[in-house]
């Protein structure tokens, strides 16, 4: 038995424990004789687990059994915020990097390295546009149609509250409004998992529609990836000694080095594109007339 199927094991069993209690099972069942059988035991179960914000680890299997996840098959971006399918059931993500879940109608759902959950096996027969119920029962993912009833509505603006605003707690450099969102509401779920054993067990419209912040957070991400389709992103390759000339221009102008690259190469090809006539193939002639100066560049 190896210590990460050893301690699920435990966790699907006992609960959530900490990494000390899954450590001293561990070292008592003699599953593990590292020096450091802490550091062992959490390598084991962290890319399978999940850590609840008391620091308690978790079986996402465990938590999610009996409890239905809602999502809509229509993924028309004008529809539904571009990627909201997957922040509906990135609770399953993290269930199936546990282990494969079966399907009650047959196959399986299983874990890929990167990208978002393969719900084609899921959906297979289901309508254009529906809202389904994915639930968890003994282990086996069962999938149902469900309407949209002022009940689930209720429900949803209910769990909206509950959750409350969702505010990062620290920005990092890589963070991003919809990556703070999702990754406390992930949080804010699997606490609400472990407390109550009702949450979620009737269903709620899909998160990415009853989940103010999240909702807020996927519009934003696909205005602004809309927003970089209309740009044109260019890597300059310039010598050393015009450094000092852009350093220079950007100070003067108050601006950043790149935003005042950014400006001053954009206004350079517009005026490189009103110097040719009408019917002027400016690819005739090699030596292209570049304004004064780019060409001293």
């Known amino acids: 038995m190896t210590i990460s199927s050893f301690c699920l094991d435990q966790l699907r069993t006992a609960g959530p424990l900490t990494l000390d209690a899954l450590t001293e099972l561990a070292v008592a069942e003699n599953v593990t004789t590292a020096r450091n059988p802490a550091g062992s035991v959490r390598s084991a179960v962290a890319p399978h687990a999940v850590q609840l914000r008391d620091g308690r680890w978790a079986s996402p299997l465990a938590l999610l059994e009996g409890r239905v996840l809602t999502t809509a098959t229509c993924q028309d971006p004008s529809v539904r915020p571009l990627g909201s399918l997957d922040h509906d059931l990135e609770l399953l993500r993290a269930a199936v990097r546990e282990r494969a879940i079966p399907l009650a109608h047959g196959g399986s759902l299983r874990a890929s390295t990167y990208g978002p959950l393969n719900l084609q096996d899921v959906m297979t027969g289901t309508a254009e546009q529906a809202l389904l119920g994915l639930r968890l029962v003994d282990g086996v993912l069962h999938v149902e149609h469900l309407p949209l009833t002022a009940e689930m509505r209720q429900a949803g603006r209910l769990l909206a509250d509950a959750l409350g605003p969702l505010k990062p707690r620290a920005r990092t450099y890589w963070s991003t409004d919809l990556h703070d969102v999702a990754s406390n509401l992930s949080a804010a779920l699997w606490d609400r998992l472990a407390a109550d054993p009702d949450f979620l067990t009737s269903p709620v419209p899909p998160l990415s529609h009853c989940i103010p912040a999240l909702a807020h957070a996927l519009q ?34 108050g601006a950043t080095l790149d935003d005042w690259l950014s400006t001053f190469v954009a206004q350079s090809l ?28």
């Open 220 to 253: 934003l991400e696909r205005e602004q990836a809309q927003e970089r389709a209309l740009r044109w992103y260019a890597r300059l390759d310039l010598p050393t000694e015009v450094r000092w000339a852009a350093e220079r221009g950007a100070d003067l102008s």
């Open 270 to 297: 517009r005026e490189l594109g009103e110097s040719y006539d009408d019917e002027e193939d400016p690819y005739d002639d090699a030596r292209l007339p570049f304004p004064r100066r780019l060409r001293s560049v």
